[in-house]
């Protein structure tokens, strides 16, 4: 079965603060995504990475980074968190090929911007 | 990326045949058709994909007609544990999939 953990479930930070959300995928997919969701909104893509040390701006990368310095983990950075990146974040992962929308999702990290 | 346009939300009753219809009139030809199912407080679920004709797996069937402009989610027989949020996705596996964004999905509703 398909693993992709998040490192917190829930979290509160101030403003200004760096974060750190963490994505483990234990099936050795190549493809891992970082999406924020927001009510009238949906998902929306953050980032994307193909490969270890390789990344791709989604649709909303500003304010965000990431990093995957190993196949299974990604991750998401707010470098200076705001309030307005309040939201739920998910990471998922995928196959290559005819399997990349075949994406396994994590159960979210829920955060606030305070 | 296609725009989709799917019902905000659906109601039915156990046991009934759901249908919920996706409409992406301008459908590019490297687009492939995802849905993903969603709990509350959950991640999406990947359910099936499809790029023509009608795709089945053990949950559900995909209906596309010829000119894939719209594609058909059908869930046979839903039970109380099918109420969740699906959300159509229209993407190219190439280039492009970048501006990927899930839309607001249509939020079903099973009643005993």
């Known amino acids: 079965d398909v693993k992709v953990t998040q490192s917190s479930r829930y979290l509160v930070k101030r403003t200004g603060e760096k974060v750190f959300l963490e994505c483990v995928q234990d099936m050795d997919h190549e493809n891992m995504f970082w999406y924020r969701q927001d009510p009238g909104l949906g998902l929306r893509l953050i980032y994307f990475s193909y490969d270890v040390k390789m990344k791709e701006k989604g649709d909303i990368p500003e304010g965000y980074s990431v990093s995957r310095e190993k196949k299974e983990r990604f991750s998401l950075i707010l470098e200076s968190a705001s309030t307005n990146q309040t939201s739920m974040y998910l990471c998922a992962s995928s196959l290559s090929g005819s399997s990349f929308y075949e994406q396994y999702f994590g159960p979210g990290t829920r955060l606030t911007v305070t | 990326l296609a725009k989709t346009t799917q019902p905000i939300s659906m109601d039915s009753y156990e046991g009934q045949e759901v249908n919920i219809t996706c409409s992406h009139n301008?459908?590019?030809?490297?687009?492939?058709i995802t849905w993903y199912q969603q709990f509350p407080s959950q991640g999406p679920r990947f359910i099936i994909q499809?790029?023509?004709t009608k795709v089945t797996n053990e949950v559900a069937s995909l209906f596309i007609p010829a000119d894939r402009k719209s594609s058909t989610l059908s869930l046979p027989r839903v039970s109380l544990s099918d109420t969740a949020v699906y959300y159509c996705?229209?993407?190219?596996?190439?280039?492009?999939?970048?501006?990927?964004?899930f839309g607001t999905g249509t939020r079903l509703l099973v009643s005993p």
């Open positions: 499809g790029y023509k």
């Open positions: 996705l229209v993407a190219p596996r190439g280039t492009g999939f970048q501006k990927l964004v």
């Open positions: 301008n459908i590019a030809t490297n687009d492939y």
